[in-house]
């Protein structure tokens, strides 16, 4: 089992900045964790996927997200970070943490991010 824990939502204005971090604990993260990363769901809206970073550091970003959020891992501590500039109103969403061990994916609960214009 696996548990993660976000942290750094908030409200900011347009064009401002926030970090979230997820931080993985459980007595099986001694295999290793696959990708992490981050998803977003809006209300009335599916989760996207937002950024995913694999354990050798690639990276995968939603083209909305492009050349504004960077994701990085710490594999030691098993850790994961989004570091959101630029944000915009449609930035407003619940953020979920999200990391793969295995063949099996576990969440976080959330921490919301609100974004006004």
């Known amino acids: 089992q696996v548990q993660l824990v976000e942290s750094g939502g908030g409200l900011v204005q347009a064009g401002g900045s926030l970090r979230l971090s997820c931080a993985a604990s459980g007595t099986t993260l001694g295999l290793g964790l696959n990708s992490m990363g981050w998803y977003r769901q809006a209300p009335g809206k599916q989760r996207d996927l937002v950024a995913l970073?694999?354990?050798?550091?690639?990276?995968t970003y939603a083209d909305s997200v492009k050349g504004r959020f960077t994701i990085s891992r710490d594999n030691l501590k098993s850790t994961v970070t989004l570091q959101m500039e630029n944000l915009k109103p449609e930035d407003t969403a619940v953020y979920y943490c999200?990391?793969?061990?295995?063949?099996?994916?576990?969440w976080g609960q959330g921490t919301q991010v609100t974004v006004s214009s």
């Open positions: 970073i694999t354990r050798a550091g690639t990276t």
């Open positions: 999200t990391a793969r061990l295995i063949v099996k994916d576990y």
